[in-house]
């Protein structure tokens, strides 16, 4: 973690810590570090918290904490306990993957390599999970190697099925439901990332979660 927390007011109610300068072990150790002292611990007034790859957002009740600006170093001390602490990652979730993706070609060609290669280079890094968004439980992932760095198409597209692996700039992820997206598409899984049907608990419907860690393993058509 970097050795000055910066932080701002994110409105009236919410607090933005910057706690690391670029994303990788360290700031995803140190994200999970926190989230986990904040689950556990939570400050009085805490609404909701929001993980980023580097940062953290606190939204607080103000009938509560009127001015959430006076608890900032309060916080600031719990985070730096919290990342003093050994924290230790999620497990590694095995994702199968048949690497058939409409944009493969053109990832290929971007990278100058074989496709062969790219999936080769794809699957054989084990992920992290930074953080889930965009859509219920796409999950953002990270570090993908940096020669599969691909710009995300020009005009997102209407309509991307679920379980398509994609890659969008330097991250690699998944879609959980069918949804628009400017991802370039690689390949597809039959994996359910999300199921509102899998728990009544609201986590219970995501396979993965933030600090958890992703292995793809190709499967044959």
Same mark, same amino acid.
């Given at each position: 973690?970097?050795?000055?927390?910066?932080?701002?007011s994110?409105?009236?109610?919410?607090?933005?810590?910057?706690?690391?300068?670029k994303?990788?072990?360290?700031?995803?150790?140190?994200?999970?570090?926190?989230?986990?002292?904040?689950e556990r611990?939570?400050?009085?007034g805490?609404?909701?918290?929001?993980?980023?790859?580097?940062?953290?957002?606190?939204? /607080?009740?103000?009938r509560?904490?009127?001015? %959430? +600006? #006076?608890i900032? =170093?309060? !916080?600031i001390?719990?985070?730096?306990g919290?990342?003093?602490?050994?924290?230790?990652?999620g497990?590694?979730?095995?994702?199968?993957?048949?690497?058939?993706?409409?944009?493969?070609?053109?990832?290929?060609?971007?990278?100058?390599?074989?496709?062969?290669?790219?999936c080769?280079?794809?699957?054989?890094?084990?992920?992290?999970?930074y953080?889930?968004?965009?859509?219920?439980? /796409?999950?953002?992932?990270?570090?993908?190697? %940096? +020669? #599969?760095?691909? =710009?995300? !198409?020009?005009?997102?597209?209407p309509?991307?099925?679920a379980?398509?692996?994609?890659?969008?700039?330097?991250?690699?992820?998944?879609?959980?439901?069918?949804?628009p997206?400017?991802?370039?598409?690689?390949?597809?899984?039959?994996?359910?990332?999300?199921?509102?049907?899998?728990?009544?608990?609201?986590?219970?419907?995501?396979?993965?979660?933030r600090?958890?860690?992703?292995? /793809?393993?190709?499967?044959?058509?």
């Amino acid at each position: 973690m970097r050795s000055v927390i910066n932080w701002i007011s994110y409105g009236p109610n919410a607090l933005l810590f910057h706690f690391a300068d670029k994303i990788g072990d360290e700031a995803f150790l140190a994200c999970g570090a926190i989230v986990a002292a904040l689950e556990r611990h939570p400050p009085e007034g805490l609404v909701e918290f929001v993980p980023a790859f580097t940062s953290i957002l606190l939204e /607080f009740d103000r009938r509560i904490v009127p001015d %959430p +600006r #006076l608890i900032v =170093p309060q !916080l600031i001390a719990q985070f730096r306990g919290a990342v003093s602490t050994k924290y230790h990652a999620g497990p590694v979730k095995e994702i199968p993957v048949i690497y058939d993706g409409q944009d493969l070609e053109r990832v290929a060609k971007h990278s100058r390599l074989p496709v062969e290669k790219v999936c080769e280079l794809h699957a054989a890094i084990v992920y992290k999970v930074y953080l889930l968004g965009f859509s219920p439980g /796409f999950p953002y992932l990270g570090d993908l190697n %940096p +020669r #599969l760095h691909t =710009p995300r !198409l020009s005009s997102p597209r209407p309509h991307v099925a679920a379980g398509s692996v994609a890659i969008g700039g330097e991250h690699t992820g998944i879609y959980p439901v069918e949804s628009p997206g400017g991802w370039n598409i690689i390949g597809h899984t039959g994996l359910k990332l999300f199921d509102p049907g899998r728990s009544d608990d609201v986590e219970g419907m995501f396979f993965l979660r933030r600090g958890d860690r992703v292995k /793809f393993v190709p499967v044959r058509k």
